[in-house]
């Protein structure tokens, strides 16, 4: 039974992290090459939206899965802490900076204004935050899995 549950656990993490390499390396910047950028602003943030609702369904699912796998060993594994600050940035984006953001667009963004400054401030700091993520996920996938792991007994 662990088995398949460890096998979904990795394939949940892979398409987390997939979503958010395909959508924020590959899609994105060919959205804003093909397209103006308004109306690529407006399809890359409708599919930043789903990849923020994947992390925020997948986060707790797997550390979820890795605290019964593995007990109270797991606090003392980085694979959980890694997971803890995955969700805890995709947080920060969804509820925090994209509704900020959102509410500067709503206003109008004219080049060179206060908003504008601050709505690159903040887009800057999301990128930073994607791409953390993105290389937390990239370790959790590269790393040999949890499960595999002689010093974590599972309960």
Request: no cysteine; charged share 10%.
């Amino acid at each position: 039974m662990h088995k398949y549950l460890d096998s979904s656990a990795r394939l949940v993490l892979t398409l987390w992290i997939g979503s958010m390499l395909t959508v924020g390396y590959l899609v994105a910047p060919i959205l804003f090459q093909m397209l103006d950028k308004q109306l690529a602003g407006q399809v890359a943030g409708r599919l930043f939206h789903f990849v923020f609702i994947i992390g925020l369904v997948s986060g707790p699912l797997l550390a979820l899965h890795f605290w019964r796998r593995s007990g109270k060993a797991a606090l003392k594994n980085w694979r959980l802490w890694a997971l803890v600050a995955m969700l805890v940035l995709v947080i920060i984006g969804f509820f925090v900076l994209q509704p900020l953001m959102q509410e500067l667009k709503t206003g109008g963004l004219i080049p060179g204004s206060a908003e504008a400054a601050t709505f690159g401030k903040l887009h800057g700091i999301s990128s930073i935050l994607y791409m953390l993520t993105s290389v937390a996920g990239l370790a959790l996938i590269l790393a040999p899995p949890w499960y595999s792991n002689p010093k974590v007994t599972p309960v």
